[in-house]
Every structure is written in structure tokens, then in C-alpha cells.
């Protein structure tokens, strides 16, 4: 086992984070492959919390290396402000340890103008997005106007390819009769950031492919989930890149023979940040209570998520549009004391159960979730690393949320220290963390 994809398998905040800095030792590089600085995982260094947005987790480990993928969308600024705050915390950031694709897309300052305008005018449908300027940069990407990283390194051009974009945004905002950008001032500070990416980028798809014939391990890291993916999630109410383990290979430039396994986290329950269908989510008192005890607010916005039964449906869906090997069940303990426990084994709709996934949120926001009720534990998990030393109903939770998803559930996350973790003895993720 050498190349693994690490996969959200809800609507992310599964805990993607905590799993990659426990795998990160058995690893050479860590890559991003999606997304932006809509992502967000927290991280305590010392006494101090710091949230990482943009740059894999793996740059606390020293002699790992970190690559933002030609698939994710890099906002310039905050990738600068990231790296400055890191080497606050005296994490000196260098080009052996940071690399980023030539080919990442750019996400500039009228991005989120745009992004601003657009979901105002969904009204009622908005995506509940960021606001981070995800959406219209990877809408620049496909219609082939986006600039890149690599165009930091030819400043003349960063500028004419700079000016053009403006122009156009211009000409659609005077004719929204929005605010125009001031072209002089985006190019300046765009422009000014440049010696701070330059050194950074590179092409990372042949060093990648280059580092697995050297024998290298690479641990794929994915941001969002399989939920809020652009093909296979909730369309419209999803991100805009593709979350799911394909997404790994064109975010990298890996082939796909070379993804030698898959591990998707799941948390014990499911949270939605954002707009759009969630058929298990709770709107009563239960839910509050999986939101503050989870603490379960966006790392990126401060949202409070909204909270749901564990969908064994959903998770189902995900073990197979990803190839999952293996699952990480987090935050078991977090359903600690509830009395029942409910799982939603599959859907209804207009009184028929479904077969399949609707692919319309129309739809799935008008299914009836039909569920199983487990017995709870009033026993603490907390801190728990042997799974034989958890609640009796506590194994036979975890066990039946493996039938029901038809993958081996091999780590259990018992809270949010890195030891407070059970590994299951013989299961892939023990051999992937020994490899
Ligand atoms: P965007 O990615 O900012 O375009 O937002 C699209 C949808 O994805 C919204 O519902 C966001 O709340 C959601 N989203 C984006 N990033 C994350 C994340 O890291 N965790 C959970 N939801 C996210």
C-alpha cells in the first residue's frame, strides 16, 4: 500500500484533519487535490489554535513534504497570510517543505465580488457558500479564462491576463449596476504578492509521478466530502470541484493505477454546513445537543453546522462512488448518554422505498428517512483506544453502521487528541499507518 486518498463521506467536517496528522509518519508527501481555502482544520500547536485553510497538515511535520495540487484553487492572499501566521507559530514554511502547482487555478479578489452577487440573486435557492470565491474561479477554469500559479512566474503577462479578466467583470457589473473594481488597484496588490508565490511553484504533477517511481508514499488529502462534490453530491447544493477519490488523480495528476487504496471518514452522526436536502437532520432539542457538545461550528465561517442521525444510505452511496477500503468512524463519543440512537438504513419516497440515490435535491428534500433504533450508553468513550474496552452498544453501534455501509469500520476516533483514537488490529488502516 503506497499512494492512499483520504475521503469525506458525508458533507465534510468528518475529521478529515485528525486522520491525516496520524497517518502524515507513515507518509513521504502529503497532497491536496480540491478545493480552497473553503476548507478548515484546526490545529493546536503548543498552547495556540490555528486553523488551516489551504496548506495540507502535513507542514507541521518538518520532513514531510506539503503540495497543493493542480486541482485545488489557491486564493494568493490567504495562501501569504497562511504561511506568515505559521511562521508566527515558528513553522518556517520553505519551498522544501511547500510546492505548489503551476497549473492551480487563482482565486482573486473579483471572485468574490462575483460570488456575492450570485448568491444574492438565488435568493431563497442560495448555496449558503463560503464566500470564499470557490464557485467562480473554477467557473473562470472551465471557461478557460482563469489565471494560474504559474502565471506569477511571467509578470508581464500576470498583468495582461489580470486586466482582461477586470475589463470583463467590469462590463457585467456596470451592467448589473454593481460596483466596478478598481483595475489599478487589484493588479497592484495582486502583482505585489508575486515574490512571495514565485518560489513555491512548480510542476508538481512530474514531481509527483517522480516520487512514486523513487518509491515515495503519498498520502492524498481531500477537502469537503463526497456529498458536496460537483458530479455526485447534492447539485446544486454542493462545492464546485470533485471531492470524491477520482478527483485525486486529475487534482494531481496521478494516474489512477497508482491510487492504491481508499479511506473514508465518517462521522458517528452528520452534520450539513450550508444550504440544501439532509434528510436525517434533526430540528429539535437532540440535534442542539449533538451541536454543542460536538462543537459543531464551520472551522472556515463560524456557521453553525446543522446536525443529523448517522445515513448509513448516504455513507453507503460514498463507499461505492469511491472504492472505500476502510472507514474512520469520528466522534463516537459524542453520542455518549443518549438514551436510543436512531440510523437511517434508507429512503421513502411518496411512499416507496427507493433503490437508489435521487440525483435531484428536489427530491431527496422530499424523502422520508426510514430508520433503525439502536440502544444508547450512559459509559464515557471518551479517550477510549481499545475497542473492546468500549460500552457494550457503544461495539454493537459501530459494528451495525459496518453492515449497513458494507465497509470495515477500522479506526474509531474516541475524541480530538491524536492518541484518543482505537486502530483496529489487522484492519487496512493498521496496515496502511505500518506500511
Ligand atoms: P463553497 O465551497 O464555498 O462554494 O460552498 C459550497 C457548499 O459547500 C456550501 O454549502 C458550503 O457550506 C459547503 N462547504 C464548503 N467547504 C466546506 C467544508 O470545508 N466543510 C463543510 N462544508 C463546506
Same mark, same amino acid.
Given at each position: ?24 509518519? *507513515?507518509?513521504? @508527501? ?7 481555502? +473553503?476548507?478548515?482544520?484546526?490545529? @493546536? ?11 495540507? #497538515? ?10 497543493? $495540487?493542480?486541482?485545488? /484553487? ?36 473579483? %471572485?468574490?465580488?462575483?460570488? %456575492? ?19 467562480? *474561479? ?27 479578466? @477586470? ?11 454593481? %460596483? ?42 481531500? *477537502?469537503? *466530502? ?13 462545492? #464546485?470541484?470533485?471531492?470524491?477519490? $477520482? ?14 487504496? /481508499? ?31 460536538? !462543537? ?22 460514498? /463507499?461505492? @462512488? ?57 459509559? #464515557? ?11 457494550? +452498544? ?17 479506526? /474509531? ?15 487496512? !488502516?493498521?496496515?496502511?499507518? +505500518?506500511?
Amino acid at each position: 500500500m503506497k499512494n492512499l486518498v483520504i475521503v469525506g463521506t458525508q458533507w465534510g467536517d468528518e475529521g478529515k484533519g485528525k486522520l491525516v496528522d496520524i497517518l502524515t509518519p *507513515a507518509f513521504d @508527501i502529503v497532497a491536496r487535490y480540491q478545493g480552497g481555502h +473553503n476548507a478548515g482544520h484546526t490545529v @493546536i500547536i503548543g498552547d495556540k489554535r490555528f486553523v488551516l485553510h489551504l496548506i495540507p #497538515s502535513g507542514i507541521l511535520h518538518t520532513d514531510k513534504l506539503c503540495v497543493i $495540487g493542480n486541482g485545488v /484553487v489557491v486564493d494568493p492572499k490567504a495562501l501569504v497570510d497562511e504561511i506568515d501566521q505559521l511562521e508566527k507559530l515558528g513553522i518556517n514554511v520553505t519551498p522544501d517543505q511547500l510546492r505548489i502547482s503551476s497549473r492551480a487555478h487563482l482565486i482573486l479578489p473579483y %471572485h468574490r465580488v462575483i460570488e %456575492h452577487g450570485g448568491e444574492e440573486r438565488r435568493g431563497k435557492e442560495k448555496v449558503g457558500t463560503t464566500m470564499r470565491g470557490i464557485g467562480p *474561479a473554477y467557473e473562470d477554469k472551465i471557461g478557460r479564462r482563469g489565471l494560474r500559479a504559474g502565471d506569477f512566474l511571467d509578470e508581464e503577462l500576470l498583468i495582461e491576463k489580470l486586466r482582461t479578466n @477586470i475589463e470583463t467583470v467590469n462590463m457585467l457589473q456596470e451592467a448589473q449596476k454593481a %460596483h466596478l473594481i478598481d483595475e489599478d488597484e487589484l493588479v497592484e496588490e495582486v502583482v505585489s504578492l508575486a515574490p512571495r508565490i514565485q518560489p513555491y511553484v512548480c510542476d508538481t504533477p512530474l514531481l509527483l509521478n517522480r516520487a512514486v517511481k523513487q518509491g515515495k508514499r503519498i498520502l492524498l488529502e481531500g *477537502a469537503q *466530502a463526497t456529498m458536496l462534490d460537483i458530479d455526485f453530491g447534492t447539485y446544486p447544493f454542493v462545492t #464546485s470541484s470533485n471531492a470524491t477519490a $477520482g478527483g485525486a488523480c486529475t487534482g494531481t495528476g496521478l494516474p489512477p493505477g497508482k491510487i492504491t487504496g /481508499v479511506l473514508g471518514i465518517a462521522k458517528a452522526y452528520t452534520t450539513r454546513v450550508g444550504s440544501g436536502p439532509f434528510p436525517t437532520e434533526l430540528l429539535n432539542e437532540t440535534g442542539d445537543k449533538l451541536r454543542a457538545k460536538g !462543537f459543531e461550528y464551520g472551522a472556515s465561517t463560524g456557521r453553525p453546522r446543522r446536525c443529523g442521525w448517522f445515513d448509513a444510505f448516504v455513507v453507503r452511496y460514498s /463507499v461505492a @462512488i469511491n472504492g472505500v477500503n476502510s472507514i474512520a468512524l469520528t466522534k463516537l463519543d459524542v453520542l455518549d448518554g443518549i438514551d436510543e440512537i436512531k440510523v437511517c438504513t434508507g429512503y421513502k419516497y411518496e411512499g416507496k422505498q427507493l433503490v437508489d440515490m435521487p440525483f435531484d435535491a428536489k427530491k431527496l428534500e422530499g424523502v422520508e428517512p426510514i430508520y433503525e433504533t439502536l440502544p444508547g450508553w450512559t459509559e #464515557s468513550t471518551v479517550g477510549v483506544t481499545d475497542f473492546d474496552k468500549l460500552p457494550q +452498544n457503544a461495539q454493537a453501534y459501530v459494528n451495525r453502521l459496518s453492515e449497513l455501509v458494507e465497509c470495515e469500520i477500522s479506526v /474509531v476516533s474516541t475524541g480530538p487528541e491524536r492518541n484518543q483514537t482505537i486502530v483496529r488490529p489487522g484492519t487496512c !488502516f493498521d496496515k496502511w499507518q +505500518n506500511q
